[in-house]
């Protein structure tokens, strides 16, 4: 779960985030960084404010999908997303000191 509060976001944003995650898995995109990717977009959030809340918002909805027996092949595990949003994190202080999502193999661009 992702240590930032949610005070920021307003509920209306928080259903809009996770509708659009569930349908991006609908669609088929699966990994962690892909799907912050999509819902910047999505959702005209910036990075920051994506990163704040989308790391439990996934955990929870692959745990929902794993307890309906649904398929949940090809996303990020838990470890896997709290890795890649620790380094996201980092990548959103120091963007000129990393390489891109898509350059450490994360992500598909939007």
């Known amino acids: 779960m992702s240590e930032y509060p949610a005070l920021f976001f307003s509920e209306a ?3 809009q985030m996770r509708a659009e995650c569930h349908e991006l898995l ?3 995109v699966r990994d962690f960084v892909t799907m912050v990717q999509h819902l910047i977009v999505r959702c005209a959030l910036s990075l920051y404010d994506v990163r704040m809340e989308v790391e439990g ?3 929870s909805l692959r745990e929902e999908r794993i307890a309906a027996g649904q398929d949940v092949s090809g996303m990020t ?3 896997g997303v709290a890795e890649a949003a620790a380094w996201l994190q ?3 202080s120091h963007p000129s000191h990393l390489a ?3 350059d450490r193999g994360w ?3 939007t």
Do not use: A
Request: charged share 20%; proline share 10%; glycine share 20%.
């Open 100 to 102: 891109s999502p898509c």
């Open 77 to 79: 595990s838990p470890s």
């Open 90 to 92: 980092r990548w959103i």
């Open 57 to 59: 918002c996934y955990n």
């Open 13 to 15: 944003i928080l259903r």
């Open 107 to 109: 992500g598909g661009g």
């Open 26 to 28: 609908d669609e088929g």
